[in-house]
């Protein structure tokens, strides 16, 4: 165990503990401090830890022991120091070859200096010469204080009471009164903490701000390109507070800065030149006064213009008509679409609006291959065009061919009245069959007989509600079959 300081007495063994002396032992403070997550923020935290000094009010005081083989032999009491009046006492104990533990309360006011005196009639003290040892422990306001029990005829132990219903003062440097302290930016805090009998001490501690790595941005690309117009887009930076980004016209001298938000990886800029280059790059910054910042972007250039469709293809060929189709661009005016019959020498063109992505032909010739390319317009005079895409070609089928066909209805549904509205269809129509059941399936035939779709119905209002999602504008023929009946008609989708 410890080595405690000894004491001579008459020639007698003891030993003599110092506990907490009011007059020997000054105030400490103890900072455990908490820096600020990322520089400019204000979530550090200071919390205080203060031992010593002296505080005043009601203090409870428990005495515990533990005897050894000789119970008989121990005996204790309470000395308040001021005026030697025994305040508690305790033994002695028994029956002896029946170690026991033993326990004892009492208050005493805050700031009573007193000692705990605990003896052995025969002078081996309660620990340890025996295989069962004693020992004696202190806890004042359910903290142990002191402890021991290896002494000679008697062993001491002074300190003074700590009131368990007061506190110490605390005034902060930001004026603060608590004890611990939250919601810190970085800087210096200094506290002065006095005690129930007026000491004081005084004390500081400092919050860093912590330094976060910021990481360099590794890829950025442009998207949406228009004559006036782009998107920049960048990988996102962990812990990134707000992004800046530079740029300008190739050849111009001047940088034009914007900031995008941390947690948004694009920029939409606009106002810029038709037909112009453009170069730019960004960086993150991981705290709100661009202390911590990544370095540049590698540059990244681009040239506005109008794009081409990046992906066209035609759709529900029949004998006489199919469906041309393409990706929709971005800032678009309008779509031209051109066609001919495969090796002509003559272009015949259509203009479309900007939300049209699809035009359905007819009046085609059977059996005929056909080719046809479409580009962007970007402003409704023609002034600004993209490049037409890669010419595609289709062949009409031979013969008009239709599996079945509104008038051929078998004996079993001859008689039923059947309602379709509104025809034609844009994004769903309603059935009404008198005597019919809802249909087990819902089909759609294109012109050749091939099946485009399958859907199933809703009720709504008595009525079937059939969706058309998905399906290109054109002549279908859509069929229902509930069991052996079967009903089909023709429907127009636009």
């Known amino acids: 165990m410890k080595n405690l300081p000894h004491i001579f007495l008459l020639g007698i063994f003891v030993s003599f503990h110092p506990g907490i002396d ?18 400019g923020e204000s979530d550090g935290s200071i919390n205080l830890g203060v031992t010593g000094g002296v505080l005043l009010g ?39 070859g029946t170690p026991s533990t033993f326990m004892d309360t009492v208050n005493l006011a805050g700031g009573t200096f007193v000692t705990f005196n605990i003896y ?42 700590q009131g368990m219903n ?131 972007s590698e540059m990244d250039t681009f040239t506005t213009s109008c794009q081409t ?34 090796g002509g020498s003559g272009w015949l063109s259509i203009l479309v609006g900007s939300s049209t992505t699809s035009k359905s032909v007819f009046g085609l010739n059977p059996a005929t291959t056909y080719e046809w390319t479409v580009r962007t317009w970007c402003h409704s005079s023609g002034a600004w065009q993209s490049d037409f895409t890669p010419i595609l070609s289709f062949t009409t089928s031979s013969t008009l061919r239709m599996e ?5 209805l078998d004996s079993q549904n001859s008689n039923l009245e059947m309602k379709i509205y509104p025809n034609p269809v844009s994004d769903y129509f309603y059935v009404e069959i008198a005597g019919f059941e809802k249909p087990e399936r819902i089909e759609f035939f294109n012109l050749n007989g091939q099946l485009v779709k399958a859907v199933e119905s809703v009720a709504s209002d008595g009525k079937l509600l059939v969706p058309t999602e998905g399906i290109f504008t054109g002549v279908y023929l859509v069929k229902f079959t509930s069991g052996f009946i079967t009903r089909s008609t023709r429907i127009v989708i636009q």
Request: glycine share 10%.
């Open 404 to 408: 079945f066909d509104d008038e051929q």
């Open 58 to 96: 009601s203090s409870e005081l428990v005495v515990v022991i533990e005897t050894d083989d000789f119970g008989s032999e121990t005996t204790w009491d309470i000395t308040e120091n001021s005026s030697g009046n025994v305040l508690m006492s305790g033994g002695p104990y028994g029956p002896d």
């Open 309 to 342: 469709p990046d992906s066209a293809w035609t759709a529900n060929v029949s004998s006489n008509g199919a469906i041309l189709a393409w990706n929709q661009v971005p800032g678009s005016a309008g779509y031209e679409i051109k066609g001919r019959g495969a």
């Open 166 to 296: 007061n506190d110490y003062d605390y005034i902060w440097s930001n004026g603060a009164t608590t004890q611990d302290l939250a919601g810190l930016a970085s800087g210096i805090y200094s506290v002065t903490v006095t005690d129930d009998l007026g000491a004081t001490v005084s004390g500081s501690d400092t919050l860093l701000d912590q330094i976060i790595a910021c990481d360099t941005i590794d890829a950025i690309y442009v998207s949406n390109i228009t004559p006036t117009s782009a998107r920049l887009i960048w990988t996102s930076v962990p812990n990134a507070h707000h992004y800046r980004i530079q740029g300008r016209r190739i050849g111009s001298p001047n940088w034009v800065e914007i900031v995008a938000p941390g947690l948004q990886g694009f920029m939409n800029v606009s106002g810029l030149t038709f037909g112009s280059s453009y170069e730019w790059q960004v960086k993150a910054f991981c705290d709100q006064n661009e202390i911590n910042e990544s370095i540049w």
């Open 22 to 39: 009011s007059f020997a032992q000054s105030l400490n403070l103890h900072f455990i401090a908490n820096d600020p997550s990322i520089p």
């Open 120 to 161: 052995d009639s025969f002078g081996d003290g309660i620990c340890c010469a025996f295989p069962l040892n004693g020992s004696w422990t202190l806890f004042m306001n359910n903290m142990q204080i002191g402890t021991g029990g290896e002494f000679g005829f008697y062993e001491s132990y002074a300190f003074t009471a």
